[in-house]
């Protein structure tokens, strides 16, 4: 209720009515309490610590070496430090004194870092922290070690932010130390991230990441340090090449999402070492550099992972420029299929080993034909995403090709999955020739769909197959029990 008391109240011969004096009197008790429990939440605060010193189990009793090793366990440096202010070096400081100068004498917890812009970290412009302040004296704790950061400011307005720039300025005095770096950062604030004057540069795994895909091109601005990095890893979330200033010749591990089809081409070239590279919602060529007439020849690649591409001729692009004679691991996921570049680039692939595809519309008769060439492989995923006829038309002509001593010659694990339903009346051929009877088959099915769908009769094959001896399981892919295990417990009695 709102006091309608006057700061001055004259009522009774220019002195204040009895309400409005006592009033007074309490505000005058009040501030005097409040005083009084400060003066009590100090001191009780140096009691805490001086109490915390006294049951002190840790250091009295171990050398600061095996103390400090304790510390690191405890709060051991991760990517993203949004966690609990529990699982954080500033907990370890807030104990004691004495644990404070440990932890703050101990470079490694101060190695890792998440800074956050958008209301998600812990360390974000809504908590209260003088944020600035706290980033630099974390950082300078870790002395010279390597710095693992994550900073996200996806979520800046468009105006300037003095805190913001502060936090920028101080990352770039700590550049020298840069190692492990992810930047969420709308891509008009690129060029800020360019480091200090030091000579050198130590970056070895860089993330950059733009999240609003409707930005127009004029608005990216160029990630270019003074000294020029050397990566070996490098992440790039709707961020081209042509914004992307670092040295490509050492990259081994390489990640990309939408972007254009010519400027994947464009970074394979550019990375003559590069062993995994994995291909996201690949859109068609933003005309910025040349579709390659010849094939890439890339030695060293042995894991390559195509995923969500739903052009075909984007698809195509990528096959019909790439050789890649090492190829061990193939993971093709939720993309078209333009069989003819497909079969054209198996045909370079004499070490694959696994291949990894799922499917929303397979085509039956087609994929076999897709698998032929690739004589070499040891492990096969198929994953449908489809009706039950196309699935049980399609493990049918799966099976009939497998029937062939040529048909994949070198196979010693299957895996099978498909969302809605599972071709339990074709499963059995698999084992039907002497050359396949070693062979290892994990069926993927929901709970609820075995029970469902698998009849008496098919349940009683599968029994049969496993007294024969054969290696078949049947796993729900949400708990990973193997639904046949009771099965096979009972032929172990």
């Not at 009033?23 to 501030?31: A, C, I, R, S, V």
């Not at 991230?193 to 990441?209: A, E, F, K, M, T």
């Not at 080993?353 to 034909?369: A, C, G, L, Q, Y």
């Amino acid at each position: 209720m709102k006091v309608l008391r006057p700061e001055q109240c004259t009522v009774l011969d220019d002195k204040p009515c009895a309400a409005c004096a006592e009033d007074t009197e309490l505000e005058k008790e009040k501030k005097e309490l409040e005083i009084r429990i400060e003066e009590i939440d100090l001191r009780r605060r140096a009691l805490r610590t001086v109490m915390n010193e006294n049951h002190d189990r840790l250091i009295p009793r171990f050398p600061l070496e095996i103390a400090s090793h304790i510390f690191i366990q405890y709060a051991p440096p991760s990517a993203l430090l949004d966690k609990d202010d529990r699982g954080t070096p500033l907990y370890l400081g807030a104990v004691c004194q004495k644990w404070r100068q440990l932890a703050w004498a101990t470079p490694q917890l101060w190695t890792s870092l998440f800074i956050g812009f958008c209301g998600r970290g812990r360390y974000n412009c809504s908590n209260g922290f003088d944020l600035p302040q706290l980033i630099g004296g974390w950082l300078e704790r870790s002395a010279s070690l390597p710095l693992t950061i994550g900073f996200d400011g996806s979520e800046l307005v468009h105006r300037d932010s003095v805190v913001y720039h502060e936090v920028i300025n101080i990352l770039n005095k700590q550049s020298a130390k840069w190692y492990d770096m992810h930047f969420n950062l709308p891509p008009c604030h690129l060029h800020h991230l360019h480091g200090s004057d030091s000579p050198g540069n130590i970056l070895h795994r860089l993330v950059l990441c733009n999240r609003r895909p409707s930005i127009r091109d004029s608005d990216f601005s160029t990630f270019s340090m003074k000294s020029k990095p050397s990566p070996t890893d490098l992440t790039l979330l709707m961020v081209g090449l042509r914004h992307v200033d670092i040295i490509w010749k050492n990259l081994t591990v390489a990640s990309v999402d939408y972007i254009g089809v010519d400027e994947c081409l464009e970074l394979i070239q550019r990375a003559p070492l590069l062993e995994n590279l994995s291909l996201n919602k690949i859109h068609a060529s933003s005309h910025l550099f040349p579709i390659p007439n010849t094939r890439i020849i890339r030695p060293h690649l042995h894991s390559l992972e195509l995923s969500k591409i739903v052009e075909e001729t984007v698809v195509a692009n990528i096959f019909d420029s790439l050789c890649l004679p090492s190829l061990e691991q193939w993971i093709h996921d939720q993309s078209s299929l333009p069989l003819k570049s497909m079969i054209s680039f198996g045909g370079y692939l004499s070490c694959l080993k696994i291949f990894k595809i799922t499917m929303n519309e397979p085509d039956s008769h087609r994929v076999p034909r897709l698998l032929c060439p690739l004589s070499s492989l040891e492990f096969l995923s198929i994953e449908l995403r489809t009706t039950c006829i196309q699935s049980d038309e399609f493990l049918s002509v799966l099976c009939a090709s497998a029937q062939s001593p040529l048909f994949l010659p070198q196979l010693q694990s299957l895996e099978f999955a498909c969302e809605f339903h599972t071709p339990w009346n074709s499963l059995h051929q698999i084992f039907t020739l002497p050359h396949r009877q070693f062979l290892k088959v994990k069926i993927k099915t929901l709970i609820r769909l075995l029970l469902r769908g698998i009849q008496d009769e098919n349940m009683k094959i599968l029994q049969e197959l496993l007294e024969k001896g054969f290696d078949l399981s049947i796993v729900d892919p949400d708990s990973r029990i193997d639904l046949l295990r009771p099965y096979k417990e009972a032929q172990d009695l």
